[in-house]
Nanobody, 125 residues
């Protein structure tokens, strides 16, 4: 059974940084793409970005390009979301997700099937 546990959320001022972590268990982490999603109050869930199974390639939605970086440590079964230059509009609950099929590219948001419980990120102006 796949389990994903996010951590690292919190309150930060605009322009600040946070690093989210997501620890995975339940199956062979290193062969699955991982993604990050977010959902702000009253809005639909948004795909923030993804990283392929090897960590060689990552993808981002336009609003976070150049500010957010996704990385993974397959030895620790953990994926990270480094968020810099945070803006109030980045405020949301952030979720990590794991791909449904092995050796995925990470950029097909409809392919993600397993979700963490989410961690709140609040950016004050």
């Amino acid at each position: 059974q796949v389990q994903l546990v996010e951590s690292g959320g919190g309150l930060v001022q605009a322009g600040g940084s946070l690093r989210l972590s997501c620890a995975a268990s339940g199956r062979t982490f290193s062969i699955y793409a991982m993604g990050w999603f977010r959902q702000a109050p009253g809005k639909e869930r948004e795909f923030v970005g993804g990283i392929n199974w090897s960590g060689r390639n990552s993808y981002y939605t336009d609003s976070v390009k150049g500010r957010f970086t996704i990385s993974r440590d397959n030895a620790k079964n953990t994926v990270y979301l480094q968020m810099n230059s945070l803006k109030p509009e980045d405020t949301a609950v952030y979720y990590c997700a794991e791909d449904n099929v092995p050796y995925g590219s990470g950029d097909h948001q409809e392919s993600y099937r397993y979700w963490g419980q989410g961690t709140q990120v609040t950016v004050s102006s």
